[in-house]
T-cell receptor, first 113, second 111 residues
Framework: DAGITQSPRHKVTETGTPVTLRCHQT?????MYWYRQDPGHGLRLIHY???????DKGEVSDGYSVSRSKTEDFLLTLESATSSQTSVYFC????????????FGNGTRLTVT | DAKTTQPTSMDCAEGRAANLPCNHS???????VYWYRQIHSQGPQYIIH???NNETNEMASLIITEDRKSSTLILPHATLRDTAVYYC????????????FGKGTSLLVTP
């Protein structure tokens, strides 16, 4: 899948614990994104990055933070996980900002109990 | 944001053309329309995108109306493996880069 690896693929955690999801790319693409997917909502953008140390919020960013210290890695952190953050999380990358495809990873299924 | 409207679900017989419509009346003149699909719980897969002209690739054709208010994705010879949720997408106005995914059309290809 276009050189995108998400880890872990599955995780079960307890409410109140911190969780970090990792997205690693080997394509050297500038733009990286985190989406979550829930039944009835489709995919919703959490955060995105337009370069190293350059990130911004998406439509459902509350409760999440991100970091991008190098081109290939984009980390999504839930500082204190809640049950409402149970979801499937997808990372995506793109080479340029417009007129190009987003390529998605295979997702991380997170369950917060 | 560039909002899109798609039917919730469609059926298509195997071997026939699947024509998936999308209304995107709010999309501006310099914004692309993108189509993706998602099979089961896999990550969305890029299909095609266009700005003004019709586009064709190995997967599908995209027909965009002259006023750019709507488009149709055509899978010329649908197979059972084309059963998926198809998303017609415009850009996210906040980010300028990321895409706004709606709920898509669930396409069922039947034998």
């Amino acid at each position: 899948d276009a050189g995108i690896t998400q880890s872990p693929r599955h995780k079960v955690t307890e409410t109140g614990t911190p969780v970090t999801l990792r997205c690693h790319q080997t394509e050297n693409h500038r733009y990286m994104y985190w989406y979550r997917q829930d039944p009835g909502h489709g995919l919703r953008l959490i955060h995105y990055s337009y370069g190293v140390k350059d990130t911004d919020k998406g439509e459902v960013s509350d409760g999440y933070s991100v970091s991008r210290s190098k081109t290939e890695d984009f980390l999504l952190t839930l500082e204190s996980a809640t049950s409402s953050q149970t979801s499937v999380y997808f990372c995506a990358i793109s080479e340029v900002s417009k007129g190009t495809a987003l390529h998605f990873g295979n997702g991380t299924r997170l369950t917060v109990t | 944001d560039a909002k899109t409207t798609q039917p919730t679900s469609m059926d298509c017989a195997e071997g026939r053309a699947a024509n998936l419509p999308c209304n995107h009346s709010t999309i501006s003149g310099n914004e692309y329309v993108y189509w993706y699909r998602q099979i089961h719980s896999q990550g969305p897969q890029y299909i095609i995108h266009g700005l003004k002209n019709n586009e064709t690739n190995e997967m599908a054709s995209l027909i965009i109306t002259e006023d750019r208010k709507s488009s149709t994705l055509i899978l010329p010879h649908a197979t059972l493996r084309d059963t998926a949720v198809y998303y017609c997408i415009g850009p996210n106005s906040n980010s300028g880069y990321a895409l706004n995914f709606g709920k898509g059309t669930s396409l069922l290809v039947t034998p």
